[in-house]
């Protein structure tokens, strides 16, 4: 008599099976043989696994899942479509930086510096468009480079800063954006290489005044960690309802030098990589806030008025359109000795968020005028809301 045990159950639930047709029936084998049966259900030890030939297509569904069981790992890439997703089920927390989202910020790459390349030492003075130095002790220079840039880049902001107590900071003011921003969050992130560890951050505060009042709310960025590499610094807040002042600051903390670039200010948890402008439209936004007429540097003749006069005292006048309507009606300034003759200096008057007026007087009769004919006259516009 010649008997084996079975090789798919193991345990109390294995049984003998004869192995020639002259072995014996035994009643135990039968009970032993029901029992697994009984308890069969294909895990370790109790059966053979199950094949998946022997599984009808689309036989099984969602309800024979348990919930939290299929991981990414079952999932083969790439095989998940758009239209498996329900409708408006991805939210921000799930979007990758790459995630091209629209840029509040204005020059944030700082691409734009109108009023030249610096360096710009003075705090309260603009430098690269929007972004203004605030200097609280030691100093702060800050200036255009074109050599250090981040990937995609055709200028940055290098500085140098020397810490003596109190931070300093270069910000941009956004009360303009404020508003629409309130109650909703927002994450702040840039491009930045420090040649110091711990010296360099990024914040954002809000506030519901024109700030340092009750409602003001900020997040701080973690440190640059000072290697001279790029790093990506960000930081995410919720804005309060009622919000009308907000400002993203790069905060100096220590001695250091190096490099700002590429910007971003997102709606959302998310940090978005930067994502240009087109240059025109990079532009554009920054004459919102500041432009010269008469060109960068001016001269050439492009701005005049002239008159011809029958006594002394006759005024002519120009009407000067901006490029771009003013956040706020702006502060008008002729800069510079402009050529002359038969009257003296040309005025600038009557300004609003769409214009100038531009008037020059007569001496005596005969032809006056006034023209920007040289480097160094020209009119600045500024409507820093």
Known sequence: MVRTNSVNFTGANQYPMASAGTDIFKK??????????????????????????????????????????????KIQDGTIATADLASASVTNVKLASDTARANLLVNGGFEVWQRGNGPFTTTAAYAADRWQVAINSGGLSVS???STIDVGSQASCAFTETYAGTLNRLTQLLNDVAPQLAGRTITVSARTRCTAPNALRLNVYADTSSGGGSGSVSATSATDPGTGAWSTLSATLAIPAGANYLTVRFEFIAGASGNLDNAMLAVGSQAADYAPLHPADDLARCLRYYELLGGNGGGGGSIGVEGIATAASQEAAQSLGFRAIKAVSPTVTKVGTWTV????????????????????????????????????QYITVEANP
């Open 341 to 376: 003759s038969n009257t003296g200096q040309p005025a600038v008057s009557g300004g609003d968020a769409y214009g100038v007026r531009f008037t020059v007087q007569s001496i005596a009769a005969g032809v006056f005028y006034a023209i920007n004919t040289v480097a160094g």
């Open 28 to 73: 135990e084998d039968v009970q032993v043989l029901a029992k697994s049966v009984d308890l069969h259900d294909h895990s370790s030890g109790l059966g053979l696994a199950i094949n998946p030939a022997g599984i009808a297509a689309g036989s099984i569904d969602g309800s024979k899942l348990i919930d939290g069981t299929v991981t990414s790992a």
């Open 144 to 146: 255009r480079d074109t």
